[in-house]
């Protein structure tokens, strides 16, 4: 987090002192109200030893600093329910980093663990990610590490970054759009993984009000218009279903959970709903107390039958999370019932202990002193997981990120082993990934499955429940087409190193028949004979070369040779090749309009840039993979160079572009009102069939709106008709309105923007 000198508040030093006391003893007063050990004194400790370390340090935003770790503390302590250990740790995190104390000073005056444990959180300070994509993977591989080595390294760490992200507006947008890009890309997903389910959402939202603002807002102005009709319709819902609960005698809470606002946008960006059409808006939630840990699952059940007794079950919306829990240690009971009003509503069920392991995750045990327990022991199974995605040592930053991103969000499916074991996978998991999973041989001589006992290719997708046996043959090798086989990063892994092992057998013997046939016709300088067939194939890398000779796709024959070692052969193929480039990057630029922010002008980070268009050129590029217009949330990405090219903010690459080159983005705004149509956007039409639809189309396109199509498709089939226009248009609320227009037609049942 930036600090600067400037005191933004202009409060006076005995105002500051107690402001900082007070959120102090807030800290103080949420530890001694838990049930861990009550080590004041080691806290107070660490409380002034941060504060002297700090003292006349402040935050962008003006505060004293040393607010900051409180904060991060109080986080730790009452949202994440850890213990003293952990409080002092996150009071003293940035220690280390900011000032001249040492590890070591931490060492003498608080002990070993709570020395590892900053050391961990200052190994992989100053956000995650660095300028470089390498740098910014090696920064991944110490979170996740360390991780390995102590759970609390990365708790605190996220309560540091939740802190961040709750004080983020006093940042500079360009900054904003970096840090809640990375939040939403690793943070939240590392939430999720770790069961932090009250983290992830907030975390979530945050990057959602940080990067589209109007959504955010427009979405909370909804839900809170809409609390008194959810009210109503959620207390007809509950009130059967208290009656007979209270019958049972238990002692429970019943409420509804409202989705939150960035699952709700989700929601309706990828079914192109509008907010009236989320239909599963909230959630029933029934936590019910237990002294009993043997008797959770059954009252759970219990409670079920007392629900699908008063409403409709959907059969294929049972989640029974009791019998075999998330690998994050969720436990719960879904089911998913048909309310009076016609919607269908979910209940989620769990003990109070369920409910808190729910919300803080592996964080709950703690409390619940398990000790070695199943739980723990799911939480050191996906660590060994993360481990072997670490074992590479050279991937790209983004493809490791993909890697782990991969295996964070992933949904987990369980299947069997012909011996009756249960393992857990990703969804999307292969027979392949089984076999790897097992063994590394047996994955390397897979040649097919038998599922369910009926015989499947290695590259069948498993479902959860499915019994799973691995074929094999002592002739089979890894093939390059595996790698789009499997979901593990294990198996991934453990194929790319095969192939590269396999590789390097073919490198080498190319090698052996580039030196045997150099050796006859030029015995002088092999070398340099080396360097000019490299130029002649165009290859970078002797590895290229070697390769392509050891698959036999280079022949090196005395006329390849004579023709590879003309000097003026090669001049002419030079000049040929330069003037294609020259022609290609000329042809580039004509499509696409130069900027007029030439190379070598530095861009200045801490202003808005707007995108404008002068004498026909723009002062950007439009970045193909989400196509944005005018209107739409964007973010600028400053390339080598120096242009601006423009991501639409949810934009899948954007979100890469975030998280691994943060400090290439720049905050951008369209100019005021564009007047020329010169953006192409797709809108999909769907809606009942019937004479004269299209005409009415085309009259409300063409006419009265006056918008330019360049392209359209339209089929109709069993009565219902599905169109695709290309239109050009000036700017996204154009869109909206036709969209709107649209729907008013006879018929049209769907009109959405599409990217």
């Given amino acids: 987090m930036e600090n600067t000198e400037y005191n933004s508040l202009n409060l006076s030093p005995a105002v500051e002192e107690k402001m900082i006391e007070d959120a102090f003893n807030d800290v103080l007063d949420g530890y001694l109200k838990s049930n861990h050990r009550k080590k004041v004194e080691i806290i107070k400790r660490a409380y002034n030893f941060a504060k002297s370390a700090h003292s006349g340090i402040r935050r962008r935003s003006g505060e004293p600093y040393i607010l900051h770790p409180i904060a991060v503390a109080k986080i730790v302590s009452q949202e994440i329910g850890l213990g003293s250990t952990s409080i002092c740790s996150a009071l003293l995190h940035d220690v280390v980093e900011d000032t001249e104390y040492t590890v070591e000073d931490i060492r003498i005056n608080f002990g070993d663990k709570i020395a590892q444990i900053v050391d961990g959180l200052t190994k992989i300070s100053g956000g995650i990610f660095g300028d470089k994509a390498s740098l910014q993977a090696e920064n991944f591989r110490k979170l996740l590490l360390s991780m390995a080595e102590d759970v609390r390294v990365i708790l605190i760490k996220m309560a540091d970054r939740l802190h961040n992200m709750r004080t983020l507006g006093s940042m500079l947008p360009s900054k904003q759009y970096k840090i809640a890009g990375e939040t939403l890309y690793i943070y939240a997903p590392l939430a999720h993984r770790l069961g932090l389910f009250a983290i992830k959402t907030e975390l979530e939202d945050l990057s959602l009000k940080y990067q589209h603002p109007d959504k955010y807002n427009d979405i909370k102005q909804k839900i809170a218009q809409s609390e008194a009709q959810r009210e109503h319709a959620f207390e007809h819902f509950a009130a059967p279903i208290r009656a007979d609960l209270d019958k049972m005698g238990l002692k429970y809470t019943i409420n509804a959970r409202v989705k939150s606002i960035f699952s709700i946008w989700r929601k309706m960006e990828m079914k192109h709903l509008d907010f009236e059409g989320v239909y599963d808006l909230y959630a029933v939630r029934i936590v019910f ?65 369920m409910d808190d392991i729910a919300e803080r995750g592996f964080a709950a045990h703690w409390k619940y002193k398990i000790g070695e327990s199943e739980e723990e022991t799911e939480l050191e199974e996906w660590l060994k997981k993360i481990t072997d995605i670490l074992k590479d040592p050279t991937p790209s930053g983004i493809d490791l990120l993909d890697t782990i991103k991969l295996n964070l969000y992933s949904h987990d499916i369980s ?75 294990k198996a991934t892994n453990r194929i790319q190193a095969q192939l590269k092992k396999e590789k390097k057998k073919i490198i080498d013997a190319g090698e052996q028949k580039v030196i045997k046939a150099l050796e006859k016709s030029k015995p002088d300088d092999i070398s340099k004979y080396i360097d000019k067939l490299m130029a002649y194939f165009h290859m970078s890398q002797r590895d290229d070369l070697f390769y392509a000779v050891g698959l036999e796709t280079i022949v090196l024959t005395p006329s390849v040779l004579k023709t590879a070692f003309k000097q003026k052969q090669n001049e002419k193929k030079s000049s040929i090749l330069n003037k294609l480039w020259l022609f290609s990057d000329k042809k580039k630029n004509n499509n696409q309009s130069e900027p007029v922010k030439k190379e070598g002008k530095k861009l200045n980070f801490k202003e808005i840039y707007v995108l404008k268009t002068e004498n026909g050129i723009k002062n950007y590029e439009i970045a193909p993979c989400c196509s944005p217009i005018p209107g739409d949330d964007v973010v600028g990405y400053v390339d080598d160079n120096n242009h601006v090219v423009v991501h639409k903010m949810d934009c899948g690459i954007a979100s890469k572009l975030k998280s691994t080159f943060g400090n290439r983005l720049i905050a951008t705004k369209w100019e005021e009102s564009p007047l020329v149509s010169t953006f192409l956007t797709t809108i999909s039409i769907e809606g009942i069939d019937r004479m004269g639809i299209l005409r009415e189309l085309i009259h409300e396109i063409s006419i009265n709106m006056a918008i330019d199509m360049r392209k359209l498709n339209i089929e109709a089939k069993d009565g219902i008709f599905k169109c695709s226009m290309v239109l050009k248009v000036s700017d996204a609320k154009i869109v909206d309105r036709l969209c709107r227009q649209i729907k008013k037609i006879d018929g049209v049942k769907k009109a959405v923007r599409i990217s």
């Fill in 289 to 353: 107390d237990c002294d009993n840990e043997e008797d959770e699952k059954k009252i759970c059940w219990n409670i079920y039958t007392i629900i699908t007794e008063h409403y409709r079950l959907h059969p294929f919306r049972i989640r029974d999370w009791l019998s075999t829990p998330k690998p994050n240690g969720y436990q719960a009971l879904h089911v998913t019932v048909m309310g009076d009003d016609g919607n269908w509503v979910e209940v989620q069920i769990r003990s109070r202990k």
């Fill in 415 to 489: 299947i069997f082993t012909p011996k009756g074991d249960l393992i857990t996978f990703p969804k999307g998991a292969t027979v392949l990934d089984v076999a790897y999973s097992l063994h590394t041989e047996l994955g390397s001589h897979a040649i097919a499955g038998k599922v369910n006992h009926k015989l499947v290719p290695i590259s069948y997708v498993l479902h959860s429940g499915d019994q799973v046996e691995v074929l094999t043959s002592a002739t089979q090798q890894p093939e390059q087409e595996w790698l789009g086989m499997v979901k593990t990063a």
